[in-house]
């Protein structure tokens, strides 16, 4: 019998391969898949494509689909809630902050230039920014109403501190949510994927929520 599959999906510039932790905590009882996409290339039509073509691979299959999608992995998946069991959203771009809403303004001006990546090196996929993978986050963000997403099926993990996305008004917009909180030395909040980037314990009681929802 096949397994079910775990799809995990990046956040923007962020290295999917970071989830790897996640994969080893959840162990063998799931099959796993990458959805290795670089928001720095197209448009968002051409990240709406290259998901679609994702999920032809699943066509013929039996498994059940489980989704982990950070950030603006979450924006893009959502629209296809309905392909997934059960769904899991870390610090989804749902509602933003003051500082990405000016870069979204700014993203509109033809001459401005892409931005320098803070995130930690070995977190990021670049160490730039392009300011077309900015438009589309914006494009995506504007898109979205907390009536598009399925509470009976996601669970929102996101830590009250985010610095770049409105975690008070998410809180208040969704409800099944996992209140997480960084590390000590992570400098970002919004930064929270493994054990070395989540509070001590933390990580273990996201696997333990995990484990709990992906369980038929």
Same mark, same amino acid.
């Given at each position: 019998m096949a397994k079910n599959i775990v799809v995990f999906v990046p956040g923007l510039n962020f290295n999917v391969q970071k989830f790897s932790e996640i994969e080893k905590a959840l162990g063998d009882n799931f099959s796993y898949e990458y959805f290795n996409i670089d928001y720095n290339k197209g448009s968002v039509?051409?990240?709406e494509n290259e998901r679609d073509q994702f999920f032809k691979k699943f066509d013929h299959s039996e498994s059940k689909l489980f989704l982990i999608?950070?950030?603006?992995?979450?924006?893009?998946?959502?629209?296809s809630s309905q392909r997934f069991e059960k769904i899991v959203y870390l610090s989804p771009a749902f509602s933003l902050?003051?500082?990405p809403k000016l870069i979204c303004l700014m993203a509109k001006i033809p001459?401005?230039? +892409? &931005? !320098?990546?803070?995130?930690?090196k070995e977190y990021r996929l670049h160490d730039e920014t392009t300011r077309t993978a900015y438009e589309g986050l914006c494009e995506l963000n504007n898109r979205f109403n907390?009536?598009?997403?399925?509470?009976?099926?996601?669970?929102?993990?996101? +830590? &009250? !501190?985010?610095?770049?996305?409105d975690a008070k008004v998410i809180e208040k917009n969704?409800?099944?949510?996992?209140?997480l909180k960084k590390a000590l030395d992570n400098k970002f909040h919004h930064?929270?994927?493994?054990?070395?980037?989540?509070?001590?314990g933390d990580f273990d009681r996201f696997i333990h929520s995990l484990q709990i929802l992906f369980t038929p």
């Open positions: 039509a051409d990240w999608a950070q950030s603006l992995g979450a924006l893009l998946f959502n629209p902050k003051l500082a001459f401005w230039h +892409d &931005l !320098k990546s803070r995130n930690y907390y009536s598009q997403l399925d509470s009976k099926k996601a669970l929102v993990a996101i +830590d &009250l !501190k985010d610095e770049l996305v969704v409800t099944n949510l996992v209140l930064l929270i994927v493994d054990e070395k980037t989540m509070a001590k």
